[in-house]
């Protein structure tokens, strides 16, 4: 099963990079078959320690989405086909998050679910230079 991102997601990353994943489509973390309820943190403001983690969840510093769950490391190396400058502040800015074993979540509404994607369905890589084109312009 894969995600397409049909809207922008919410989230702390820029809006320019955000917009970088409208058309995309990714593969969903293995296992998932659909959207469900998970408790997210954001990629700038979350806790960066796991005793960070245990004091956000004891204080119930998370907000919960419906979303789709992905594979961080393959996320990032589809949008890097499609923007390297997108690419590159993930990896600047939530590196331990585009790790494998990661997961990023799109929150439902900017996704629809695809079964099978055509080998077209992934979008073409663009030009950072010419952000323009066919394409249209948060994430946790």
Same mark, same amino acid.
């Given at each position: 099963m894969h995600v397409r991102i049909v809207r922008t997601p919410p989230g702390e990353a820029p809006l320019d990079v955000r917009e970088a994943w409208v058309g995309l489509v990714l593969p969903l973390w293995p296992g998932e078959i659909g959207s469900r309820q998970f408790v997210t943190q954001g990629v700038l403001t979350g806790p960066r320690t796991f %005793?960070?983690?245990l004091f956000a969840r004891l204080f119930r510093r998370f907000e919960k989405v419906d979303g789709f769950c992905v594979d961080a490391a393959a996320a990032i190396q589809v949008l890097a086909k499609h923007s390297t400058r997108a690419a590159e502040w993930w990896q600047t800015h939530f590196s331990a998050g585009v790790q494998p074993g990661r997961a990023l979540i799109f929150h439902a509404e900017a996704c629809q679910l695809v079964e099978s994607p055509s080998?077209? +369905?992934? %979008? +073409?890589?663009?030009?950072d230079a010419n952000p323009g084109g066919p394409y249209t312009s948060d994430l946790r």
């Open positions: %005793m960070g983690y080998p077209t +369905a992934v %979008m +073409a890589p663009k030009d």
